[in-house]
Nanobody, 131 residues
Framework: QVQLVESGGGLVQPGGSLRLSCAASGFTLDDNYIGWFRQAPGEEREGVSCLRPSNGDTYYSDSVKGRFTISRDSAKNTVYLQMDSLKPEDSGIYYC????????????????????????WGQGTQVTVSS
């Protein structure tokens, strides 16, 4: 059974840090494109960071570039999102996803609607940045 399980969300003050984890089972993350997405209330889901493990290609949205870092541990079949210098506008539900049929990390993070119904998604973890 293919499954992605996120963890690590919570409440943090502006300027703080969180590390999200996404553990995969039933398939090998490294065979896929993998990414982190977030959705704020009333907003569409947006791509935060995407990774192609086979060649190390990464994508970061302009809003998180320089503050967030995506990585993975192949042995643990887990992908991470290190989030530093957090801002209130980073709040939302964070999802990890994986898909085989993507062509570029940019396509995965930007053209979500083109592949979302075919990919594997976790249940999400809430991140709230507030003082």
């Amino acid at each position: 059974q293919v499954q992605l399980v996120e963890s690590g969300g919570g409440l943090v003050q502006p300027g703080g840090s969180l590390r999200l984890s996404c553990a995969a089972s039933g398939f090998t993350l490294d065979d896929n494109y993998i990414g982190w997405f977030r959705q704020a209330p009333g907003e569409e889901r947006e791509g935060v960071s995407c990774l192609r493990p086979s060649n190390g290609d990464t994508y970061y949205s302009d809003s998180v570039k320089g503050r967030f870092t995506i990585s993975r541990d192949s042995a643990k079949n887990t992908v991470y999102l290190q989030m530093d210098s957090l801002k209130p506008e980073d709040s939302g539900i964070y999802y990890c996803a994986a898909d085989l049929g993507i062509t570029t990390v940019e396509a995965m993070c930007i053209m979500i609607k083109a592949w979302a119904h075919l990919g594997s998604w976790g249940q999400g973890t809430q991140v709230t940045v507030s003082s």
